[in-house]
């Protein structure tokens, strides 16, 4: 009896501890209901309106005889007179200060010819866009009302942790003031394929779709940590990942457009690529990690410091450089004119420089092709042509006077290493190749199943590649 007794209170013990630690564990999940009554108040939509200019009369078709002469008589049905459409689109943003200054994305408000802020309590104002900025996709309102505007404080984006609870606030498919929340999920990352290379993005898996965009990201504190941008997804709709500006790197971006009207960014002059783990070993890596310089530009702040092609860049101003999109994040967001420190990875040592930052110039690439010319391809696969023997014109295109053409790729270890027709080979195992004889000497040297790196040019902008060469 008393052994049926021990086992009851046993039980009936561990019952409790269990409920009492399950009471405990959900009264340490956040309510949001509080924190989304005291900022949803400042959260507001943006209604955008854009002209869409109609096509010009030459672009029209003509009516059903084809001819203008008849046209003037009867008519064109498929001419309607030349009117412009509006469009109607929007976003989210919030108000950051009692004078009326909001802040959304550029993409929200992009091209449009009228801006109107709604706010909660139904109040609409005329907005005047301040300034936007396109690469780093945000964008400064203003309106002028002489009403009390709530508005929201700024949190201290750097402070954010992974796994840390954060609510969104916006406008979903015009669903207003919808409130979601979850969990940030990463920091700092980078976005594939898009051309929003220099921000550091909070990355959650907060609920955000089409109208979200512009709204704030909070913590606890209620404090705004960043701003509602993008999504990853290939249905177009939320699929758990979501992206956010952080707040520090917006405020520094509208501090430059309240102060300049623009925005100036840092400019290092290189075009970099990931360490892989073939290209570590090669290097002397202890493990893959920095961004490796694939090509310098001339006159180039990183030229001035004497940077090279083959360093690998690990720290910058202070900073590791733990993937090569690390490096414009940091670099994109040094004043112009600022002298840094960088470390560099080079002939299997570390080596201190000194750059002095420059200032960002948008230029666009030119893309050079090569005249196809059938030869005979060798170990590596490919087929190559010297510089020196093309014409002066192709290699203004090319914009190199040295090195060796790939005319043409065969099935093998250069195509499947990604050599393209059109290439310029300038390196072989870190060795220079000028011209042909260079070119084939080096390649006499090279084993089979061996696995080697070469330096190519494409489109003006050079990159590293290992090549393994079957036994």
Not at 152 to 164: C, F, M, P, T, Y
Request: no cysteine.
């Amino acid at each position: 009896m008393q052994k049926k007794l021990f086992v009851f209170f046993t039980l009936f013990l561990i019952s409790n501890l269990g409920w009492s630690q399950l009471n405990q564990n959900v009264s340490d999940l956040p309510n949001f209901a509080s924190l989304a009554e005291q900022v949803t108040p400042a959260v507001v939509n943006v209604s955008v309106t854009k002209v869409i200019k109609s096509p010009t009369q030459n672009e029209m078709r003509r009516g059903p005889f084809n001819d203008p002469f008849f046209d003037d008589f009867f008519g064109s049905p498929y001419n309607p007179p030349n009117r412009d459409r509006k469009v109607a689109s929007g976003g989210s943003g919030f108000i950051i200060s009692e004078d009326g200054y909001i802040l959304t994305n550029h993409h929200v408000i992009e091209d449009a010819s009228e801006v109107v802020i709604v706010l909660q309590d139904r109040r609409e104002f005329s907005a005047e866009i301040i300034g936007s900025d396109k690469k780093s996709d945000v964008a400064l309102l203003k309106v002028k009302t002489n009403e009390n505007l709530p508005f929201l404080n700024l949190g201290d984006s750097e402070k954010v942790r992974v796994g840390d609870w954060v609510m969104a606030i916006g406008s979903p498919y015009s669903f207003n003031a919808t409130v979601t929340a979850g969990i940030v999920s990463a920091k700092a990352r980078s976005v594939p394929g898009q051309s929003t290379s220099y921000i550091p993005f909070i990355q959650s898996d907060v609920a955000i779709n089409p109208g979200n965009s512009g709204g704030p990201l909070f913590n606890l504190n209620g404090e705004v940590i960043g701003i509602n941008a993008m999504i990853y997804s290939n249905r177009g709709g939320y699929m758990g990942i979501s992206f956010t500006i952080p707040i520090n790197y917006a405020d520094e971006i509208v501090k430059q457009i309240k102060e300049n009207g623009f925005v100036s960014r840092g400019w290092l002059g290189v075009a970099v690529q990931e360490v892989t783990k073939d290209l570590a070993d090669s290097f002397g890596l202890d493990v893959p990690r920095g961004a490796l310089i694939g090509s310098v530009l001339k006159d180039s702040p990183a030229e001035k410091a004497g940077l090279k092609n083959g360093d690998v860049i690990i720290d910058f101003d202070g900073q590791k450089i733990i993937y090569s999109g690390d490096l414009p994040l940091i670099v994109g967001r040094i004043p112009p004119e600022k002298k840094v420190n960088a470390t560099i990875f080079r002939d299997g040592k570390k080596v201190s420089v000194s750059v002095t930052i420059g200032k960002l110039d948008e230029k666009v690439a030119q893309d050079t092709t090569v005249d196809e010319k059938e030869e005979t391809g060798n170990i590596l696969g490919i087929a190559v042509k010297d510089i020196a023997s093309l014409t002066d014109p192709e290699q203004k295109q090319l914009g190199q006077d040295k090195g060796v053409v790939v005319s043409r790729v065969f099935p093998g270890p250069a195509s499947e290493a990604g050599i393209r027709r059109g290439d310029i080979i300038n390196k072989i195992q870190f060795k220079d190749v000028g011209n042909i004889k260079d070119y084939e000497k080096i390649s006499k040297t090279l084993k089979k199943g061996s696995t080697i790196t070469l330096r190519i040019i494409r489109d003006k902008n050079g990159s590293f590649l290992t090549l393994k060469i079957p036994k």
